[in-house]
Every structure is written in C-alpha cells, then in structure tokens.
C-alpha cells in the first residue's frame, strides 16, 4: 500500500501562483509514476500533468502548458506541482496519485493510478 497527503491548496487571485505538494509513504518500490487530477464541480476529473518517480518523463494537459511544472524529489518521496499564472478555471480539487507506468506515461488513464490522495481544494479569484 501507499498512501498519499496532499498539502499547498487555497484560494488565490487570478495570475497568481500556488505550489502543491505531495507525500508518498509505504511500498514506494511499487509505483514508477505519479500524478495531478483535478475535478472542477460539474466536469469530469482530468489530468493535470504526471511524472515518472526517476523524473526522466513529464506529461501535462495542454490548457497548463507553460504554466505549471510538476517535479519530485525521490529522497524525500515528495512530488510537486508549482503553478503559476493561475486563472479561475484552474479552480478545482487537485488530487495526487500514483501508480506503475505500463507503455508510456502519456499512455496512463485514472485506472492506471492505483493510490490516490484526499485532494486538496484550489480556488483561483477573478
């Protein structure tokens, strides 16, 4: 098992920045990759951007592009996403999540991300 505490949401302004973090503990030995969903009310949950834990492969959602970064640090089991230039409809709860990739990061769907955390609420203000 693994388990995953996301930290680092609020509320923010439009353009401002938000850095969310995530810590991994248990059978680390079991994942290879590692994830942000959001869910906004009333949308499906999509991915934000993803990761493989050696860090050699980065996977975003085009509307992020050039926005956000995700990044780890294996020795402290975290994984990041900073945010910048955040804009309301970035406003949703961010999950982290992580699991064993198979063919390709890109390739991963929801089912693919075995643990999951509680989320964490991101509320950006116009």
């Known amino acids: 098992q693994v388990q995953l505490v996301e930290s680092g949401g609020g509320l923010v302004q439009a353009g401002g920045s938000l850095l969310l973090s995530c810590v991994a503990s248990g059978s680390i030995f079991s994942i290879n990759a590692m994830g942000w969903y959001r869910q906004a009310p009333g949308k499906q949950r999509e991915l934000v951007a993803s990761?493989?834990?050696?860090?050699?492969?980065?996977n975003y959602a085009d509307s992020v592009k050039g926005r956000f970064t995700i990044s780890t640090d294996n020795a402290k089991n975290m994984v990041y996403l900073q945010m910048n230039s955040l804009r309301p409809e970035d406003t949703a709860v961010y999950s982290c999540?992580?699991?064993?990739?198979?063919?390709?990061?890109?390739?991963?769907?929801?089912?693919?991300?075995?643990?999951w955390g509680q989320g964490t609420q991101v509320t950006v203000s116009s």
């Open positions: 999540a992580a699991g064993w990739v198979g063919i390709s990061l890109d390739t991963m769907r929801p089912w693919d991300y075995k643990y």
């Open positions: 990761i493989t834990t050696g860090g050699g492969s980065t």
